[in-house]
C-alpha cells in the first residue's frame, strides 16, 4: 500500500514537471533569421518570451555584422556602404605611402591578428593578400599560379611590415604593394560582436552559425549544452564529431570548403605563408574557446601548423581546446575535451584515444 502510495506520488511529480515543462516551452519561443553576409550563409537563432525583442535583437546583431563586414571588405563593389567605409580598402591603398587611421574593431583585429602571428611564428599572416590574389579563389577561375609570380608576391608577405598604432589609431603597410586579407579573422570577430549585440538586448540562449563558424550563448533551449556537430572533411554529409557546447565557440577550417581541382590535386584557400602554397597538414581543425574571433584566429593558425605543433600551441594557450582529424587520417584532440566530444570516426579515420 505505501508503495503504491508513494509511486502514485512518482507519477504526480513526474506529471507535474512535464506540464511545467510544456508551459515554460510554450512561453519560450524561437526566431531565427538567415542572411548571406561575407561570402557565407550566416544563420541566427535566439530564444526568449518577447517576439518583437527577438526580433530587435537580432537586427542590431545583423547590423553590427554587416558593419565589420564593411570595415573589413578587401574588394568592395562601387556605390556600397563598403566601397565608402573599409577600412582594409584604405590601408591596402596606401601601402608603402602612409598611415591610415582605422576603427577601433580594425585596430582590434590586426592586434589579434599580429598577437597570433608570432606565437604561430608566422603561419598565421593577414598580409598574405597579394598571394592570395594570385591563386584567385574569389574569383570564377581560381589558378596553381606560377612558381615566379607566388616568389614575387611572397616578398609583400610578412606582418612585421604590419604597423598597427593602438595609441593613434592607425595601421601602415610599410611597402608598397602590400594587401591585408581579414578572410581567416572577420567572419569570427563580427560574430562575436553580433553576439554582444543579442546580450546588450536582454538575449540569454542564442546560437550565430556563419559557415562553420559556431558561437552559442547559454546553454540550448533544453537547457542542456548544444550539440554542434563536427563536419567528415571527406563526406558531405557525414559527422566527424558531435561537441558538447555552452556559451562558447567552436570554428572549423577545412580544406573542402573552399578549394579547385588541378592536375588530379586538390587546391585549398588556407594557404601556408611560408611556401605560399595551400597548407597541408590537416583536413579539418576546430578551435573552441570562448570568443568567436579569438577562434576563427585560432582554427586558422592550428590548419597550418603540424598536428603536433597545433596541439602543443593549444595545451599552452588558457581556456583554448582543439580537435582536428590530420591529413593522414588521424583524429586528435586536446585532453579538454574529454567527455564533450563524441568521436565517430568513420572510414580511413584512426581515433588516438591517447590523447
Ligand atoms: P574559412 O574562410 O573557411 O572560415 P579560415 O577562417 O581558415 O577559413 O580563413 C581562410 C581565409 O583566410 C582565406 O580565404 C584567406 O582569406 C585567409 N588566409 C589564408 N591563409 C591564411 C594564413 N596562413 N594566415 C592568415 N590568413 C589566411
Ligand atoms: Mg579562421
Redesign the pocket.
Same mark, same amino acid.
Given at each position: 500500500m505505501r508503495k503504491q502510495r508513494a509511486l502514485f506520488a512518482l507519477v504526480c511529480l513526474l506529471l507535474g514537471a512535464v506540464s511545467a515543462g510544456l508551459l515554460l516551452g510554450q512561453r519560450t519561443r524561437e526566431y531565427k533569421s538567415d542572411q548571406f553576409l561575407m561570402d557565407t550563409l550566416v544563420s541566427i537563432r535566439v530564444y526568449g518570451k518577447d517576439a518583437d525583442k527577438l526580433r530587435e535583437a537580432v537586427a542590431a546583431a545583423y547590423a553590427e555584422m554587416h558593419r565589420i563586414a564593411d570595415l573589413a571588405d578587401g574588394f568592395p563593389q562601387p556605390g556600397t556602404t563598403a566601397y565608402r567605409i573599409s577600412d582594409v580598402c584604405r590601408i591596402n591603398e596606401q601601402a608603402g605611402l602612409k598611415p591610415v587611421s582605422a576603427d577601433k574593431d580594425v585596430i582590434a583585429m590586426l592586434t589579434l591578428a599580429k598577437k597570433y602571428h608570432s606565437l604561430s611564428e608566422g /603561419? !598565421? @599572416?593577414?598580409t *598574405?593578400g597579394p598571394v592570395?590574389d594570385l591563386w584567385g !579563389?574569389g574569383r570564377n577561375d581560381p589558378q596553381v599560379p606560377p612558381p615566379g609570380r607566388l616568389g614575387e608576391a611572397l616578398a609583400l608577405v610578412g606582418s612585421k611590415d604590419l604597423v598597427v598604432n593602438e595609441r593613434e589609431q592607425t595601421v601602415f603597410l610599410r611597402k608598397a604593394g602590400m594587401k591585408l @586579407?581579414l578572410? /581567416?579573422v572577420a567572419?569570427?570577430y563580427a560574430t562575436e560582436k553580433a553576439i554582444q549585440a543579442l546580450k546588450r538586448h536582454g538575449i540569454e540562449k542564442a546560437l550565430i552559425d556563419a559557415?562553420?563558424?559556431i558561437r552559442v550563448l547559454g546553454k540550448s533551449r533544453r537547457d542542456i549544452p548544444w550539440r554542434i556537430g563536427i563536419k567528415d572533411p571527406r563526406k558531405a554529409d557525414a559527422l566527424t564529431a558531435v561537441l558538447a557546447l555552452e556559451d562558447s565557440a567552436a570554428?572549423t577550417?577545412?580544406d573542402y570548403?573552399?578549394y579547385f581541382e588541378a592536375g588530379g590535386k586538390r587546391w585549398h584557400? *588556407?594557404? @601556408?605563408?611560408r611556401t605560399g602554397y595551400p /597548407?597541408a597538414e590537416n583536413m579539418s581543425v576546430t578551435a573552441v574557446t570562448a570568443d568567436a574571433g579569438l577562434a @576563427?584566429v585560432l582554427?586558422?593558425v592550428f !590548419?597550418?601548423l603540424k598536428p603536433e605543433k597545433a596541439l602543443e600551441l593549444a595545451e599552452k594557450l588558457e581556456g583554448v581546446d582543439l580537435f582536428l582529424v590530420a591529413d593522414d587520417g588521424r583524429i586528435l584532440h586536446t585532453p579538454g575535451l574529454r567527455g564533450r566530444v563524441e568521436v565517430k570516426a568513420g572510414e580511413g579515420y584512426r581515433h588516438d584515444q591517447g590523447r
Open positions: /603561419a !598565421f @599572416d593577414v *598574405i592570395m !579563389f @586579407d578572410g /581567416a567572419k569570427g559557415g562553420g563558424n570554428v577550417s577545412g570548403y573552399r584557400h *588556407i594557404l @601556408d605563408p /597548407a @576563427d582554427s586558422t !590548419f597550418v
